[in-house]
């Protein structure tokens, strides 16, 4: 969470080229359900897509509510879920951008 933005950013372009991956899938900026790791891991993939050539597509998952509903109060529960500076997850909708909307 503490990480340096552009410098994780330059190491994750520089992977992303190596393996020239066309297609990069992260956490939405929510974190997917508020988690400040996953909003960072969000942050720092999309700054490393403007220094990156070889992505051509960017994904983030979605997740019907109903199967959140279920999750939440049992991770929560179990004390595997988020316990604090955690959301509701972000509603399902379209996740897809082409052409590379970031440039």
């Known amino acids: ?4 933005v552009d410098a994780a950013a330059r190491t994750l372009a520089a992977l992303l080229d190596e393996v020239r991956a066309s297609v990069v899938i992260t956490y939405d900026e929510n974190g997917y359900y508020g988690h400040p790791d ?9 700054r ?16 019907p509510r109903s199967l959140f509903a279920r999750f939440v109060p049992q ?3 179990s004390g595997s879920g988020c316990r604090r500076g955690c959301s509701r ?10 052409p590379r909307p970031w440039t």
């Not at 969470?1 to 340096?4: E, G, I, K, R, V």
């Not at 490393?48 to 997740?63: H, I, N, Q």
């Open 1 to 4: 969470m503490n990480a340096d």
């Open 38 to 46: 996953h909003v960072k891991a969000n942050v720092v993939t999309r």
């Open 48 to 63: 490393a897509l403007d220094f990156a050539e070889s992505p051509e597509r960017l994904y983030y998952p979605v997740t």
């Open 75 to 77: 991770a929560g529960s």
């Open 89 to 98: 997850p972000t509603p399902a909708r379209p996740t897809s951008w082409w």
